[in-house]
Structure formats: structure tokens, C-alpha cells
């Protein structure tokens, strides 16, 4: 597992966005009822077990008492529902420079998602620019050579697989929930559409950062 006590680390205060300020109700029923159009184009029967799943991953934001405690328990949540090894949360402003890690499962998983920054290049960088998921299940694979310098690096941390979620508000993305797997290959129809629902809560605690105060038990109630 890729969840180890993380060191303090500066953290973003701002992603450069300014828009209407949404209610809780906005916020957590337009992030717990909406499916992204174009995201889950190639996952739209959901397995049995999706809903206990989306309730799970719901669940991580409940009790947690700052905004950056919530992007860490829903990057905690990832791993511990979605059959990855490591998860984390960046931010990345309109003209690609990042914002900063703003959450994560662990310190590897924060040191892997600011290689992407340190490289100019990666699944999260693009994930962003294109608005899309962005999807390495092999980073060794001979034909993967869209990041050779990040590849290299990540495969020295026995990671072989990204996959880079957009995080969006009011249809801008605004960063990225990255996930990683020790193993090649794609994740499970309900991991990948678990994580696309991760990516969309993944808004919250940024909205809350920026200028919302979310209730985290009335917006766990609200799911129930």
C-alpha cells in the first residue's frame, strides 16, 4: 500500500476560479446524483455493488473537519474501494501550472502526483487540458511513450498503472484525482466508474476551500 504518515507540505489557498457560491445542497446533490456527460459513456450499466460503493466513497467526507482533511479521506476511501494502491488530489489552474497536491492517501502518492509537475508531463496534466480521463494501464508497455521521463520515474516507485480523473466545477476542470496501481491493466467497470464518482465529490472540499463552508454530516445524511 502506498499510505504512509504524510509531512507537512505547503498547500494551495487558491485556484484562481471565481463563480457563484453554491449551497450544500447544491453542491452534494449535484456531486452525488449527477453522472459527468461524456465520462461514463463506456460505463453506463452499473454493477450490483456500484451503490454500496458511491455510498462508501460519500461516506469518507463525513467528520472530516477542513477541507484538505476531506481530499485526504476520500484519497484514503480510493484505495480502500477502488483496487489501487495509492490516490491523490491536485489542483491545476487554466493555464497548466499546478496549484499543489491537495490531497492524498499517503506520502508517495503526494510525491508521485508533484512528479507530474516537476516533469511538465502526465496523465494529470492532460486529464485537465482535455477534460477527460486519461488512462496509462501499462507504463512499461513498449508503445507507452507519452511521458517518457515521468514513466521512468514512477516505474522506479513500482507504480505501473495512472489513471487521471478530471475534477470539475461548473463544467471547468480545476485539477485531477489521480489513481495508482502496482499492476498493468485496466481497472474493474465498477472501480473505474467509482473512481469517476470519487472525481466528481472531489469538488467539495475544494469549494469549501475556496469559499463555501460544507456541513459534512448534513451532506452524509442527505445521501441516506
Sequence with gaps: MLRAPRPADPRPNSIGLSHRRPTVSDSYKAATIRHRTGCLERWQDEPVELPQLKQGLGAALVGATTPLAAADRLCEACVDLLDVDGASISLVDGVGSTQGTFGSSGALSRMLDELQFTYGQGPCLEAVAANRPVVAMDLDAPDEDRWPALAEAVLGH???????????????????????????GPLAEASMTGGLWAANLAALPVLDLMNAKVDWQAAGDAEE
Excluded: H
Design 158 to 184: 513500482g507504480i505501473r498503472a495512472v489513471f487521471a480523473l478530471p475534477v470539475t466545477i461548473a463544467s471547468t476542470p480545476i485539477g485531477a484525482l489521480d489513481l495508482f496501481r502496482r499492476s498493468s
